[in-house]
């Protein structure tokens, strides 16, 4: 026996990569994987974007269970990235044509998806993903292989997870340059309903008192209007969807705005003071560029008993998970 | 007689410019007027932006009743830049020691200073402008020639301002390189509630919600929660002293906002429904990119009877006000 430690053995391919839905996540992640010389190829319903991806040199095809049957053969991760209203035939697809392959998802919900993928007979072999990264654009045109370079990809750490899908997820999130942070569903969706939808809504509400108050009141908005309503570029039923998709946590959030504008509109009536509104607004907005400067991966084993509530505990201490020495 | 057309002659200096309060506003609007080649300095209460401003090169001064007397020796327009709550003295030295003087101010509301300028005694010498431009970062380090370049510069016109001193003031806007709107202060005051101020009011709510979700929500936070926190970036002081002068018209903000979001909330719950939300959003960001994208400069002549009220009409219509050719 050897003194000397471990050798450091990253999984670093997620292997055959097969993508579903080829629009501004699942394309990125189609060319980033290709661009890479993984194994990559995809499936979208719109022949025209499929048209686009192969005149731009990628493998895709508008032939669900064909492109599944490959899948199958090639013994690849299946990345389902098409709208979450979709999910769960694309699930049954899976089921039918692919019976063997581990699945994971792009979708900007955890909760959902994993009990459509229940219902699909795919919870053994599924684990779902987010990558939090997206601009107002859509479709092929505004797929980009850098995408995800920095971002963070949630990877889902619900108790009984293979930890083997779980690593491959985690390769693919690396190898499109993501950090990756681990989270029960739930609290993945709490948690987006608060960062990522509930920013839509109060920017859907921002928008429309500047448009109330006419073309003076658009025709002044600068910095703050533009930063604060930037998501409302982006196509409403895209943000719909998302949004819809994650309704109970995001009516909890929404209803917590409420209370919180509710409070700071009666101190500014009955006291004049926003005093502790934005002293509050400035703390959590510092705290938040804290947080995204310091990126600390935190080396937990993957696979050992109770592996899966370690890593949502690093999870809800900000952490990111890396690959650890020695581990296979 | 010529049949040609009379000569265009823009009012295209200022002339001297006296600038009180040296922050990221007035340090910028100094040093364009001064790096263009027109007479100008400053005054700061903080002997260490006096010295930053005078090691640049600049002509700034922490007597107020000396620079004063030099603003009222030089016929300057005085310019007054120091935050919403000490605009009354800054007006009460102004009445002193500068007895005068054309005077205007970057205050980002225009009912109250309009009032501390009558209680002053300053009515008939002052109109006020706000220029639409800012950054998170504040102080004379932050400060920038350019900052104003493209951006908005709204000129009060309510009916009786002088139009010589509007002129004025808007050769001022447009020697910083921005497009001037005309509009009444109350009109004015209702408009930036509902684009300025209520985005930081919104802002600071999301980041407390982000924040009270721990370290895993922050974590989790991407664009679309940094775009719609960033202006709780600002000191806390600042956003309070703007928002606060403009209690009013951001109390009917906020509540209207308060019950966009309820009526929002409401048809989640009740028909998991955001489609009328986020159209309504999506339409009114686009008429916000329309309106900024075209810039339709209007010729309106400033002085003949009932010029105020037509201007503020261009204005309702979102157009920009420029230099009549002939008009002197």
Redo the contacts between chains.
Sequence with gaps: MSDAPAPFIPIDAPGPVCVLGLGLIGGSVLRRVADAGGPAFGYNRGTATVAAATADGYRASDDLSGTLAAAEAAGALVVVATPAPTVPAMFAAIAEHAPTCAVTDVVSVKQEVAAAAATAGLTHRFVGGHP????AESGWAATDPDLFAG??W?VQTDDGVDPAIWRRVTALAHACGADV?A?ASD??D???A???H???????????????????????????????????????DL??AM??AN?PA??D??????D???A??DA??DT????A?????????????A??ARRVPLAEPVGPDGWEARLRAA????H?WRDVPGQV
Tied chains: 1, 2.
């Design positions: 939090m990264a997206g601009t971002a963070i949630v942070v989270a609290e993945h709490r948690a987006v608060a960062i990522s509930l920013p839509h809504v109060l920017a859907a509400t921002l928008a429309q008192i500047g448009g109330a108050g006419g073309e003076l009141s658009l025709r002044l908005g600068a910095g703050s209007f533009r930063d604060g309503t930037r998501v409302m570029a982006t196509a409403p943000v719909r949004c819809e309704a995001l009516l959030a929404t209803s917590e705005a409420i919180t504008l509710i700071a509109r500014l009536r004049g003071d926003t005093g509104l934005f002293r509050a607004g400035h703390r959590d907005r510092l705290r938040f560029e947080i995204t999870g809800r201490r900000g990111t």
